[in-house]
């Protein structure tokens, strides 16, 4: 049997690839991989299975790569993704790996005459930012990629492709924030780590669980176990209930490991106070409950990386002052970093992630003033962090969401639509047909197409991000009911900003006109 993997050589790949040479089934993984380095580096590591690996050259957006990829292949598995902060310095490439790649993927599946099954990890981006309101979500919640995420519009669209492709049997499966080997040290190279809020809710996996999952997924296949009922044409949440932190705590985990803490490297002003990506998951039990992967919890993961990397203890005894300055204070110079946004007048990040330049600069100094989420305290006073975690925060779906797929009827597509303040431009619909592609129109008075799964079950609705590098929610979110029930936890009323990246990806904001979709007042900035 042929498992087909793109993406292999990247940060979860290897630890799939190690899980499925465990199935002495598989007689061939074939890799398509995009440089040389990180394939020999992959071929060393797996060194005593050579005569199973067969990699070649090429790219995921290449037709030819693809049917390539997927000849006589059983299953394909697609990791391939361009990711921060490589998607933030080399958006062409991300834009060719998670967003043309999906499309020469699927099109090569729909021709072949014995088609593959397609598992497409898609990504915990695709949901935006989320704070103590709604910290919460599940596979069909609304899709608010945050501003000037290229990584998770390119991705949002890779999904889109899959989920309304003609590939007879796929699975998308959104994973969370993920914890793998090179982690630390990929996180001290650029200022992409002071992109986490503090206060932001993320629900870690480890990249050794992620591999289980996909080996167990192929397992119970070959079984005849799995099938359209309870995986097959489904959407996921990979995560793991034990791994709720806040960005705080997540950064705050990694320090103690040299003796430090967030507060000993960090003030309160270096991150990002919006404008990221997490959740908590209050569905990541179902692909446990299918199958059985999750180990590994947070402290299991940073044991292991001091184990493998024994000098990283040397940290406890370095000067907590030097370390602050050669490593945390020389990434805020970094033109990813806050701090470089705002000393080089960049309105339009400063807008979106602190949304003014005053209130990144109202941030207060000391610790002791600044509010923690996991210390009990949020901008609208006390919480009871434990009991936050454990109690669930449902979105605004405009229809009853625990309703079954087989009682799904022409109602319910029409709330949603009317939710989203657009219309389903149907009259007929067979109730249950979950995946019968159907016509919609949003409050733009667009058409598309899309199936009532997509919509409903997934959380997509067509607008303007879909076709352009652009984001408008917040002038959506004043007839969207949907958007509005997330993006207004901290998003205000009165911001109606557009943002956008021109032909050269470069950032720029303005305010616009809340009754039209090209009006704006002034430019606010652009860098």
């Given at each position: 049997?042929?498992?087909?993997?793109?993406g292999?050589?990247?940060?979860?790949g290897p630890?799939?690839v190690?899980e499925?040479?465990?199935i002495?089934?598989?007689?061939?993984?074939?890799?398509?991989?995009?440089?040389?380095?990180?394939?020999r580096?992959?071929?060393r590591?797996?060194?005593?299975?050579?005569?199973r690996?067969d990699v070649f050259?090429?790219t995921?957006?290449?037709?030819d790569d693809?049917?390539?990829l997927i000849e006589g292949?059983?299953?394909v598995?697609?990791?391939a993704?361009?990711?921060p902060?490589r998607?933030?310095?080399?958006?062409r490439?991300?834009?060719e790996?998670n967003e043309?790649?999906?499309?020469?993927?699927?099109?090569?599946i729909?021709?072949?005459?014995?088609?593959?099954?397609?598992?497409?990890?898609?990504?915990?981006?695709?949901?935006g930012?989320r704070?103590?309101?709604?910290p919460?979500?599940?596979v069909g919640?609304?899709?608010?990629i945050?501003?000037?995420?290229?990584?998770?519009?390119t991705?949002?669209?890779?999904?889109?492709?899959?989920?309304?492709?003609d590939v007879?049997e796929?699975?998308v499966?959104?994973?969370?924030?993920?914890?793998?080997?090179?982690?630390?040290?990929?996180?001290?190279?650029?200022?992409?780590m002071?992109?986490t809020c503090f206060n932001g809710?993320?629900?870690?996996?480890?990249g050794h669980?992620?591999?289980?999952?996909?080996?167990?997924?192929?397992?119970?296949?070959?079984k005849?176990?799995?099938?359209?009922?309870?995986?097959w044409?489904?959407?996921?949440?990979?995560?793991?209930?034990?791994?709720?932190?806040?960005?705080?705590e997540?950064?705050?985990k990694?320090?103690r490991m040299?003796?430090?803490?967030v507060?000993?490297?960090f003030?309160p002003?270096y991150?990002?106070a919006?404008?990221?990506h997490?959740?908590?998951?209050s569905?990541?039990?179902v692909?446990?409950?299918l199958?059985?992967?999750?180990?590994?919890?947070?402290?299991?993961?940073?044991?292991?990386?001091?184990?493998?990397?024994?000098y990283?203890?040397?940290?406890?005894?370095?000067?907590?002052?030097l370390?602050?300055?050669?490593v945390?204070?020389?990434?805020?110079?970094?033109?990813?970093a806050p701090l470089y946004?705002?000393r080089?007048?960049d309105?339009?990040?400063m807008?979106?992630?602190?949304k003014s330049?005053?209130?990144?600069r109202s941030i207060?100094?000391?610790?002791?003033?600044?509010p923690?989420?996991c210390k009990?305290?949020s901008?609208?006073?006390?919480?009871?962090?434990?009991e936050?975690?454990?109690?669930?925060t449902?979105?605004?779906?405009?229809?009853?969401?625990?309703?079954?797929?087989?009682?799904?009827?022409i109602?319910?597509?029409r709330?949603?639509?009317e939710?989203?303040?657009?219309a389903?431009?149907?009259d007929r619909?067979q109730?249950?047909?979950?995946?019968?592609?159907?016509?919609?129109?949003?409050?733009?008075g667009?058409?598309?197409?899309?199936?009532?799964?997509t919509?409903?079950r997934c959380?997509?609705?067509y607008?303007?991000?879909?076709?352009?590098?652009?984001?408008?929610?917040?002038?959506?979110?004043?007839k969207?009911?949907?958007?509005?029930?997330?993006?207004r936890?901290?998003?205000?009323p009165?911001?109606?900003?557009r943002?956008?990246?021109?032909?050269?990806?470069?950032?720029?904001?303005?305010r616009?006109?809340?009754e039209?979709?090209d009006?704006t007042?002034?430019?606010?900035?652009?860098?």
């Open positions: 049997m042929i498992v087909s993997i793109a292999a050589t990247g940060s979860m630890y799939v190690g499925l040479l465990k002495p089934q598989i007689s061939c993984i074939r890799i398509l991989a995009h440089r040389k380095k990180p394939a580096k992959l071929f590591r797996f060194s005593a299975e050579h005569g690996l050259y090429g995921i957006a290449s037709a693809c049917r390539r292949a059983s299953y598995i697609n990791m993704a361009v990711i902060p998607s933030d310095k080399h958006p490439e991300a834009i790996a043309e790649g999906p499309k020469a993927l699927v099109h090569a729909e021709e072949a005459d014995d088609q593959p099954k397609l598992i497409h990890i898609s990504t915990v981006g695709l949901y930012h704070n103590h309101i709604h919460f979500g599940r919640d609304p899709l608010l945050s501003p000037f995420d290229l990584y998770a519009l991705k949002l669209r890779g999904e889109f492709t899959v989920l309304e492709s007879n796929w699975a499966i959104r994973q969370t924030a993920m914890l793998y080997d090179d982690m630390l040290m990929n996180n001290i190279r650029d200022g992409l002071f992109h809710p993320l629900e870690w996996a480890t669980d992620s591999g289980v999952l996909i080996a167990n997924i192929v397992r119970r296949d070959m005849g176990e799995l099938n359209g009922e309870n995986f044409k489904k959407c996921f949440n990979l995560g793991m209930a034990q791994n709720r932190v806040t960005g705080y997540t950064l705050d990694g320090f040299i003796g430090g803490s507060e000993v490297f003030d002003d991150n990002s919006r404008n990221f997490g959740m908590w998951f569905d990541g039990q692909l446990e409950e199958f059985h992967y999750q180990q590994e919890k947070i402290d299991d993961f940073w044991a292991h990386v001091l184990r493998a990397r024994p990283l203890a040397l940290g406890k005894i370095a000067p907590k002052k370390v602050r300055k050669l945390i204070e020389r990434l805020r110079g970094d033109s990813n946004w705002y080089h007048r309105q339009a990040r807008t979106a992630y602190f330049e005053e209130d990144y207060p100094e000391t610790w002791d003033c600044y923690l989420l009990g305290q901008p609208d006073g006390a919480v009871d962090y434990d936050l975690r454990k109690r669930d449902p979105a605004y779906y405009g229809f009853d969401f625990s309703k079954p797929d087989h009682e799904i009827d109602s319910d597509l709330s949603v639509a939710a989203h303040g657009g389903l431009l149907c619909f109730t249950g047909d979950m995946y019968a592609r159907v016509k919609w129109m949003t409050q733009d667009e058409v598309f197409s899309a199936r009532p799964y919509v409903l959380g997509h609705w607008h303007i991000s879909y076709r352009e590098y652009a984001w408008e929610f917040d002038r959506l979110s004043r969207d009911r949907v958007f509005a029930g997330i993006w936890d901290s998003h205000d009165d911001e109606q900003m943002y956008w990246f021109d032909g050269n990806f470069e950032a720029g904001c303005a616009q006109d809340a039209s979709a009006g007042e002034s430019v606010e900035g652009k860098s």
